[in-house]
């Protein structure tokens, strides 16, 4: 069957994809990648997926992790680069993890960039607790999903709203073209699949971050707390 050409194509537009009684600014969603080659293809896949994100009316920022210290070395809370990480997940509310698979599992370019995340910070910000997350992999070789499937389980500890599709890449360095772009077929369609699926959960859940997080428990340690300090007095 002959392939379509670009304008018969379905448009990418994210019009449609908006829950009622939104806040109607851009969702704004922060991409991480987990390689630091000057050809990496998890950057690639995530500067792809974030010129989709924008077609589908998205407000994107990209991390370079590159110079991001090893977390608790020495000094390294107050790392430009650890505030910069941080800042940008704070302002989020959807996010992007893209890494390639490296001796069957994520890099550790990726792990360091999410064990820089606290579940809390000062103030009582909990920066990923309630937020989206898509998870993308690339690899050298043949399809595998091991990445991905760490990255949910990294996900749910977070605390994040981890959509059910996913997207794998095999034999990357196949796929993008010479100047960094992943053209229309399976994997690109795939990559738009995903990104879709993300903005509408984000829409879903954006704005109602407090309720979703909010837990039995911690109201019960709330109200334990508050009954200490008068019984104190």
Known sequence: MPALVAEALPKIDGTGLKAAEDPQHPPRILLLYGSLREVSYSRKAAEEAARILRNLGCETRVFDPSGLPLPDDVGSQSHPKVIELRDLVVWSEGMVWSSPERHGAMTGIMKTQIDWLPLSLKGGIRP?????LAVM?????????????QLRILGRWMRMITIPNQSSIPKAWLEFTDDGRLPDGPFYRRVVDVMEELVKFTWLTRGRKDYLVDRYSERVESAEAVHQRVSQK
């Open 137 to 149: 992999q690339v690899s050298g070789g043949s399809q595998s999903f091991n990445a991905v499937n």
């Open 128 to 132: 990923t607790q309630g937020k989206t």
